[in-house]
């Protein structure tokens, strides 16, 4: 059998969380290479003098989704990458990054709130599909941008350890 499977799944512990702690972003183009073995990310190679750019998210407001698709038909598999996240308060910093971000395909790395790193963009970058600037309504509501970037990918997210996220921002 060409593609045996290697094991099952047992229920874990109830000990889990959803959400996003912080971001890191670059552009797909500097990142000359990875390393990953058995699916864990080891080593990111960049381009001389580029780092990732980190963004801190605001509790429980950032989301990944990964929508593997099956092709009976054509024997394929893609996968849909999503990040979203919001940014509060417009100004003119934050829109002016907003709009180098959209002239970019992107490689992401974010930390979930479990404490995982996860590598989104690896084959093909994820790009900007939205950027909402929104001033709300009345006072309690958020002024500022909430993003969604796409792409589609071979491969599942991969994990990135964290000797190699460590290096992201040198």
């Not at 599909?129 to 941008?145: E, F, H, I």
Request: charged share 20%; net charge negative; proline share 1%.
């Amino acid at each position: 059998m060409p593609c045996a499977l290697t094991t099952g799944y047992n229920l874990d512990c109830r000990l889990n969380y959803g959400g996003m702690k912080e971001v890191y972003v670059i552009e797909f183009d500097n990142v000359t290479s990875f390393t990953q073995t058995a699916g864990v990310v080891t080593a990111i190679t960049k381009a001389s003098t580029k780092t990732f750019k980190k963004y801190n998210l605001i509790a429980h407001t950032g989301e990944g989704d990964e929508a593997l698709t099956a092709s009976r038909e054509m024997g394929t598999l893609s996968n849909k990458q999503t990040i979203k996240f919001p940014i509060n308060k417009m100004t003119v910093a934050v829109r002016n990054e907003l709009f180098l971000l959209a002239q970019n395909r992107l490689i992401f790395i974010f930390v979930d709130e479990n404490s995982t790193n996860w590598m989104y963009g690896s084959d093909y970058g994820l790009t900007l599909t939205t950027a909402a600037a929104k001033t709300g309504k009345v006072l309690a509501d958020r002024n500022g941008y909430e993003l969604t970037f796409e792409g589609d990918e071979k491969n599942l997210a991969y994990e990135v350890d964290d000797t190699t996220l460590a290096t992201l921002l040198t």
